[in-house]
């Protein structure tokens, strides 16, 4: 597609439930990026997959949070047993390699939980 | 590891004044460095980066920022303020064994004035 996809763009679920946020990046683009934005900060890395494969998870902040891209292309943030301190806008971002020519960022996918 | 502080939360300038925007970085290894705006409700969009060529890189909507080294910054300019610019910037480092990962300063939001 022309951009980055990300959905729902809005997600409101209770403390407890398991959510699923759906990405779906530029075409041909190997890389793709989870991050989570609070309110009043920058964005925080949480998983980068080059391909189908996790090159580097350690930004999940808890075995709660799992992510994969089966066919290295869509890739789906899971996250279990969810939190109010989840609460975030959830960015997903894809680049062409390894992103030393900077990313494209979809619009992201706004969580609350209740 | 990396960080990146970008000095004042906020800046404000009248419309037509030069803006400056501050961001430091640490890294154990030549950087690449990059700066995103994000408009309200929306992504992060690149403004421009820099990856070991020229010191002055010049991006989108005549925003510059210029790579010292030596005192390890790369500060954002714009000669002269739109009202367009109101958003948050913010800057980002990546490099080294966090290669792909890209890791944001805190932001600074800009306010245009009449």
């Known amino acids: 597609g022309a951009g980055v996809s990300q959905t729902p763009s809005n997600k409101v679920t209770e403390k407890g439930k398991y959510v699923e946020l759906r990405c779906d990046p530029i075409?041909?683009?190997?890389?793709l990026y989870w991050y989570r934005q609070s309110l009043g900060q920058g964005p925080e890395f949480l998983i980068y997959?080059?391909?189908?494969?996790?090159?580097?998870d350690s930004g999940l902040p808890n075995d709660r949070f799992f992510a994969v891209r089966p066919e290295g292309s869509v890739s789906t943030l899971k996250i279990q047993r969810t939190e109010r301190g989840d609460s975030a806008v959830y960015l997903c971002?894809?680049?062409?390699?390894?992103?030393?020519?900077?990313?494209?960022f979809g619009s992201g996918t706004r969580l609350t939980v209740v | 590891a990396q960080s990146v502080t970008q000095l004042g939360s906020h800046v404000s300038v009248s419309e037509g004044a030069l803006v400056l925007l501050r961001c430091n970085y640490s890294s154990s290894v030549p950087p690449y460095l990059f700066w995103y705006v994000q408009y309200p409700n929306q992504g992060l969009q690149l403004l421009l980066k820099?990856?070991?060529?020229?010191?002055l890189v010049k991006g989108i909507n005549g925003f510059e920022a210029e790579f010292k080294k030596s005192e390890t910054s790369f500060h954002l300019t714009k000669p002269s303020a739109h009202m367009s610019d109101a958003a948050e910037y913010f800057c980002?480092?990546?490099?080294?064994?966090?290669?792909?990962?890209?890791?944001f300063g805190q932001g600074t939001i800009l306010t245009v004035h009449p």
């Open positions: 980002a480092v990546m490099g080294g064994t966090s290669y792909g990962k890209l890791t």
């Open positions: 997959f080059q391909g189908t494969g996790a090159a580097d």
């Open positions: 075409s041909g683009h190997t890389a």
């Open positions: 971002a894809s680049s062409l390699t390894g992103g030393e020519s900077g990313y494209t």
């Open positions: 820099y990856t070991s060529a020229a010191t």
